[in-house]
Structure formats: C-alpha cells, structure tokens
C-alpha cells in the first residue's frame, strides 16, 4: 500500500529541492515535478517526491482528518 501525504512548502532550496513540513516534522523533498510552487503552497508528497499542488483548504482538511484519526505527525501546522 502506497501512501501519500499532504504537507506545506515551508522553504525553496536549491536544485528543485524544498523544505516541507508535516505537523511540525520537516524533510527535505525534490520539487522537480511540480512547478511554480512557492513556500505556503502545499502539495502532496511520495517517497521523498512532490507529486503535485493541492488547494490549501483540501490539504488542511485532509491534514485534520488524519489528526482526528489519531495519526502522528499529521497535526495541521
């Protein structure tokens, strides 16, 4: 089973890469597959890949119901 997370751009890095945060946990991702993002936006991140933007009310939703379900690390930021 495969999944995919959404989390918010927190920093642009060098070499399409970002700094993104999960409910107060930041990784750094490559953004080489999505283009025109900004720190704030949010997208939707695979095995160290952002995939694809999001709206950022869907990503808070999506962050809350994971909350809710009591999953670590998906607390809305």
Do not use: N
Request: hydrophobic share 45%; glycine share 10%.
């Amino acid at each position: 089973m495969c999944l995919a997370l959404p989390a918010r751009i927190v920093e642009l890095l060098p070499g399409s890469e970002g700094l993104i945060d999960v409910g107060g946990v930041r990784k750094r991702i490559s953004l080489e597959l999505v283009q025109d993002t900004q720190p704030g936006d949010y997208v939707i991140v695979h095995v160290g890949y952002a995939l694809q933007k999001l709206d950022p009310i869907e990503a808070e939703r999506t962050l809350q119901l994971f909350a809710e379900a009591g999953l670590d690390g998906a607390q809305p930021s």
